[in-house]
């Protein structure tokens, strides 16, 4: 049906505002179903705002933070958070090289590389990357520790599987995405699979590959840092086990070290990167 | 070496250097996080560990546990919801004083030093906010207010309002700022300047922005209960160590499907918005 033109009238008539609400209207559905689920969120958990705001709580809150202070600044433990430090930085980076290469590997039967390639592991492969990535470190770590004891073990395998699971994504992604061009010539030469692989779709996706790897390493200090927390090694260990016996000096100094811990780091890689870009 | 020169690698020394020197770097590195693999498959770690993955099938479907999980799973999302709902409440009033875009003595020239002074405090609060993990936040909390989803909620609230501030800030300072510095410099107020001028060229933006974030607090939230700040996370802690392979297969599974639609949730929400 053809619109109806209406020739515009000599004086405009005055235009309502439009209703506030209307039932054909998407955004009112959605408007009113998010404000029923804020609601329905806060009834629902039973907040005691009461214990958070009540004079009480915000005197122990302020005597708890008022015990951070002095900080614990003795050698002997400022050599122990150090050496936490390193471990933390340790585990996240052997996580992180022990993912881009696992990550890799899967994404290899993940991604499509030419229109006639039937990719028959792909749908699995990515099924088992998205369950690898949904789960977080943490939840690994826990479960780990069953098998790896406490310590940096478990966390360090933690973070590789939860990376394992991000970084096979995006290796798949990028691999997929590259030009096709230098492969399809390779492959109508009848050069075998493995050669395709190493001499044309490697060096084009390479520096790709490197730089989501790094990016999810500067990630996994964050999540390395508070891993301990389970029980997982690091300056998380370290925190929770202050913070369990109620030192709040030496929980001050580690929360501290995590903090420049994750600033030294995000300067450096900031640094890295734009060394890298220039 | 090759004799040949047409098979002879002329990097081979350069290669050698930069794999000595990686396994130089990478020994101290396995040093350091006790990097013994084997110890999973050895004899006494095989045992529970065997027992414990074979308890995974078949997962508990108990009416009472399913009820639970469902229970709990509901109470995670809603931990998400409230606690990026608080920190909406940071970052909204943050983002109005940190703007640049919003500053009225920045339209000639130079901010005036105390709005600049001010300007720079709300950026270290936020700055403060989202560096400590809200893993922290939690274990803080649940000191102060004890067990429960109240800790959870402050917990995302406090580093999702940094987080929150930043962006929006970032958000609104990196459009085109002609219409607002036209509503500011022709008198204007700064709310109308916001209102009229800077959201709706950057609502959408706004707005898909705090869905993704959302969807990160789905996540934070089941990884804050296993320092007991409530809802699916506890449950799988308890679970994990009473060694009930059943149950904890059952949360997985119901935690893999939760990510997964709150992720297909918010790409979809984020398509209409585009």
Not at chain 1, 48 to 61: E, H, I, P, T, Y
Not at chain 1, 94 to 103: D, K, Y
Not at chain 1, 166 to 191: D, K, M, S, W, Y
Not at chain 1, 219 to 232: D, E, P, Q, S
Request: aromatic content about 8%; glycine content about 8%; some cysteine.
């Amino acid at each position: 049906m053809k619109p109806i033109r209406v020739p515009p009238a000599a004086n405009e008539p005055y235009r309502l505002p439009p209703p506030l609400f209307d039932a054909r209207c998407k955004a009112c559905w959605f408007s009113v179903g998010l404000v029923v689920l804020v609601v329905a969120s806060f009834w629902s958990l039973d907040l005691q705002w009461g214990a958070f705001l009540s004079l009480d709580a915000s005197r122990s809150m302020a005597r708890f933070v008022g015990e951070f202070f002095p900080l614990d600044l003795s050698a002997a433990f400022v050599r122990k958070v150090g050496a936490a430090s390193l471990e933390t930085l340790a585990m996240s980076a052997l996580g992180t090289l022990l993912a881009a290469g696992s990550g890799l590997l899967l994404a290899l039967p993940a991604s499509r590389t030419h229109d006639g390639d039937p990719a028959r592991a792909r749908a699995p492969t990515r099924l088992l990357l998205n369950a690898l990535r949904a789960v977080p470190e943490l939840v690994w770590a826990a479960l780990l520790l069953i098998s790896a004891g406490l310590g940096p073990l478990a966390g360090t395998l933690a973070l590789a599987l939860h990376t394992t699971g991000v970084l096979g994504r995006l290796f798949a992604e990028a691999i997929e995405n590259t030009p096709h061009g230098p492969a399809a010539a390779l492959r109508t030469q009848g050069v075998g699979t493995v050669r395709v692989l190493l001499y044309a779709t490697l060096p084009q996706v390479l520096p790709q590959l490197i730089s989501y790897a790094l990016y999810r390493w500067e990630n996994n200090i964050r999540a390395a840092a508070i891993l301990g927390v389970v029980g997982a090694g690091g300056l998380g260990q370290l925190l929770s086990f202050h913070m369990g016996l109620f030192q709040m000096g030496k929980t001050a100094t580690v929360l501290l070290a995590m903090l420049l811990l994750v600033a030294v780091v995000d300067a450096l890689s900031y640094a890295i990167r734009r060394l890298l870009s220039r | 070496m090759n004799a040949d020169p047409a098979l002879r690698d002329p990097a081979w020394l350069g290669r050698i250097f930069w794999t000595g020197a990686a396994l130089l770097l990478l020994w101290p590195m396995l040093v350091a996080t006790e990097f013994r693999p084997w110890v999973l498959f050895s004899g006494d770690g095989r045992g529970p560990t065997l027992h414990f993955l074979s308890t995974f099938v078949p997962p508990a479907t108990s009416p009472d546990f399913l009820w639970l999980v469902a229970h709990e799973t509901w109470r995670t999302v809603a931990i998400a919801t409230a606690g990026i709902t608080l920190a909406l409440m940071i970052a909204i009033p943050a983002t109005l004083l940190s703007a640049r875009v919003l500053s009225v003595s920045a339209l000639s020239g130079r901010m005036a030093t105390p709005a600049a002074a001010l300007r720079q405090v709300v950026r270290w609060v936020l700055v403060l906010l989202r560096s400590i993990p809200e893993l922290v936040w939690a274990l803080v909390f649940v000191r102060v207010v004890g067990l429960g989803p109240t800790a959870g909620v402050l917990a995302i609230a406090l580093t999702y309002g940094g987080m929150l501030g930043k962006v929006y800030s970032d958000i609104l300072e990196s459009g085109d700022d002609h219409a607002t510095r036209n509503l500011l410099a022709n008198g204007g107020s700064r709310l109308q300047a916001f209102a009229y001028g800077l959201l709706p060229q950057n609502a959408a933006e706004l707005t898909s922005y705090t869905v993704y974030r959302w969807e990160c607090a789905i996540r934070s939230s089941v990884v804050l209960g296993f320092v007991g700040a409530g809802g699916l996370g506890q449950q799988l802690d308890s679970s994990t160590k009473m060694f009930a392979g059943g149950e904890v297969a059952t949360m997985l599974l119901v935690f893999v499907a939760l990510v997964a639609l709150a992720d297909h949730a918010s790409a979809w929400l984020r398509r209409a918005l585009a």
